[in-house]
């Protein structure tokens, strides 16, 4: 939720909580938007973030959907913290980002192509693989 009282929402989701898998949730419902992903550790740790050299970014949903085959997640839909985006953050400069982390971007461009998801998140991988492999 910004300072303003704005949810970092996409959409409303009219479920009050749900257990489910990052996959479910996020991907295959498109709910999209700042959320805090609370994790327990000893779990995460069986989740290592793939390292690639000279990257200094990577984006964390590539281990979320990972940790999506066995385990799920308690969703509950409140707010638990107030942020706002920084004119110069990630947020705002995720393309700059991304083309200074093309390894990272090919890698989740694999993961979106599973076939399991809809077909515009595939495309979507394609695209990331392809273009990103053309700068890497």
């Given at each position: 939720?910004?300072?303003?009282?704005?949810?970092?929402?996409?959409?409303?989701?009219?479920?009050?909580?749900?257990?489910d898998?990052?996959?479910?949730?996020?991907?295959?419902?498109?709910?999209?938007?700042?959320?805090?992903?609370?994790?327990?550790?000893?779990?995460?740790?069986?989740?290592?973030?793939?390292?690639?050299?000279?990257?200094?970014?990577?984006?964390?949903?590539?281990?979320?959907?990972k940790m999506?085959?066995?385990?799920?997640?308690?969703?509950?839909?409140?707010?638990?913290?107030?942020?706002?985006?920084?004119?110069?953050g990630?947020?705002?400069?995720?393309?700059?980002?991304?083309?200074?982390?093309?390894?990272?971007?090919i890698?989740?461009?694999?993961?979106?192509?599973?076939?399991?998801?809809?077909?515009?998140?595939?495309?979507?991988?394609?695209?990331?693989?392809?273009?990103?492999n053309?700068?890497?």
């Amino acid at each position: 939720m910004t300072s303003e009282g704005k949810l970092l929402l996409n959409k409303n989701y009219d479920e009050e909580e749900e257990a489910d898998t990052y996959v479910n949730y996020r991907v295959l419902k498109n709910i999209k938007g700042d959320m805090a992903e609370v994790w327990i550790t000893k779990i995460l740790k069986k989740f290592q973030f793939p390292i690639f050299k000279n990257e200094k970014f990577l984006s964390e949903d590539v281990v979320w959907i990972k940790m999506s085959g066995p385990y799920k997640i308690y969703f509950f839909n409140k707010p638990i913290y107030i942020s706002n985006y920084l004119s110069d953050g990630i947020t705002k400069n995720r393309r700059k980002t991304n083309w200074n982390s093309p390894l990272g971007c090919i890698y989740k461009g694999e993961l979106l192509m599973n076939p399991l998801f809809p077909i515009r998140l595939r495309i979507k991988g394609s695209l990331y693989y392809n273009i990103y492999n053309l700068w890497a």
